[in-house]
């Protein structure tokens, strides 16, 4: 941990992908340079006072030269902007496939929770090759999310979730730390990430006190809180009801549609008034100051389970439970 390192270690997929963008663009930088400043130490030392060479200056035009010293690097560099495109692209995308991890920040810790309902401060255990997905929210100031060996950061941010998944190719520890200034111990609102061989990661999940998945957590929560009691079929209120619900887009009183993913479920709970399901009344109770940001997770988590497990085709399928582990 004291020694030096010019760089991070590269243990995650992006790492490579990032690594290869920022060399390739280092490297041609020092070649655009060398272009440049080889040739004026050569005229300095060439044309320097009383040398002997030859002043005469003849005129010289080619438009192939001037051209070429145009269009060449410009499509040189509009490759490496192409190719910085494609990654980020690749890297804002989270594969479906990807292990959840629900994150939530605050002054000055991270507290995270694995699907399987297990929980962790500071620390983030994870298995090696798999994608691996963070939903990320704070509950005071910005954090920021920042794992070097991985070549990611993120913003977190209160009142809006934001993700960032990777793929670690390499078993270790790494740091991570949070990246943007948020008060008196910003700088101790460190951690470590933990990469596992799959085999020990799921014996690692298995330790400590047992604990329901986060899914489970969610669903006694829709029981507990009372929201069952409103959207269900027997309710005598009128409330929609939420099988196979998340994952499609929904009406609103206003006309427009709206896709029914994280952002609108929270807001939903936290701001109920704010769009209106078209067909329903303003009639449920803000949850604001009532749950907490993990618990909100949680529900979403168990709306999810029974929501619309085919986005792409909305409304083709009927909403299937999946098996709980
Ligand atoms: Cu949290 Cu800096």
Not at 64 to 87: A, C, D, K, N
Not at 113 to 123: L, M, P, R, Y
Not at 194 to 221: C, D, F, H, N
Request: charged letters at 20%.
């Amino acid at each position: 941990m004291n020694q030096f390192h010019l760089f991070p270690p590269d243990a995650s997929t992006a790492a490579q992908q990032i690594d290869r963008i920022f060399f390739s663009l280092t490297a041609l930088t020092f070649l655009v340079c060398a272009i440049v400043f080889l040739p004026i130490i050569f005229f300095s030392v060439k044309y320097r006072r009383n040398s002997k060479a030859d002043r005469s200056n003849p005129r010289f035009e080619s438009l192939l030269v001037e051209s070429g010293w145009v269009v060449v690097p410009l499509l040189i560099f509009i490759g490496l902007f192409g190719w910085g495109t494609i990654v980020y692209f690749h890297l804002e995308r989270p594969p479906r496939d990807a292990l959840q991890v629900q994150v939530v920040a605050k002054q000055w810790m991270w507290k995270l929770q694995h699907a399987e309902g297990k929980q962790e401060i500071n620390e983030l255990h994870v298995p090696v090759g798999r994608n691996i997905a963070l939903t990320m929210t704070s509950q005071d100031v910005i954090h920021s999310f920042f794992v070097p060996a991985f070549r990611v950061k993120q913003d977190v941010v209160p009142g809006k979730y934001t993700g960032e998944w990777f793929k670690p190719t390499r078993t270790g520890e790494y740091h991570l730390f949070c990246s943007q200034y948020c008060g008196t111990d910003h700088s101790r609102m460190i951690g470590r990430v933990v990469v596992m061989e799959p085999a020990e990661y799921e014996r690692w999940l298995k330790t400590g006190e047992s604990t329901q998945s986060i899914t489970l957590a969610g669903e006694r929560l829709f029981r507990e809180r009372g929201c069952s009691g409103c959207h269900s079929v027997n309710s005598k209120f009128h409330a929609p009801l939420l099988e196979g619900f998340y994952g499609k887009s929904a009406p609103l009183e206003t006309g427009e549609l709206v896709a029914v993913n994280e952002r609108y479920v929270r807001d939903s709970i936290l701001l109920p008034g704010k769009e209106i399901a078209k067909g329903y009344q303003n009639i449920m109770p803000s949850y604001a100051g009532q749950l907490s940001e993990e618990e909100i997770m949680q529900l979403i988590a168990y709306l999810k389970s029974i929501g619309n497990q085919n986005p792409e085709e909305a409304g083709a399928t009927p909403p299937s439970r999946p098996a709980e582990k």
